[in-house]
């Protein structure tokens, strides 16, 4: 199954943001499993599920972490952005799961 990772801090109001996601998705008929890991974790996550990830998002509060992050995810071909702040901040699951689909295309 196709992986969508959002990375973050603390996961509480990622948690929300991957619920509004996961809703969104069923809505849509995609079949993609989407949750939320810690930012520290995401070394780990790929190189179990690299495969199968088509996608990395990090939370606003670890976008300092982006360049850094990139470096991994380049060597296994998965693009990455940090979350839209806006759709973060009003849980738009639509929004971004549109942002992630996007770095797909």
Known sequence: MKRIVLA???GMSTSMVVTRMEKE???RGLEVQIYAIPEQN???ELQNYGTEVIAVLLGPQVRFK???NRK??????IPI???DTV??????????LDQAL???D
């Open 72 to 77: 991994l995810t380049d060597s296994y071909h």
């Open 42 to 44: 995401l070394r780990d």
């Open 81 to 83: 952005a940090v979350i």
């Open 25 to 27: 998705a069923a809505a």
């Open 87 to 96: 759709a973060y901040g009003t849980l738009n699951g639509a929004k971004v």
């Open 8 to 10: 973050c801090a603390a």
């Open 102 to 104: 996007a770095l797909v």
């Open 66 to 68: 982006l360049d850094e």
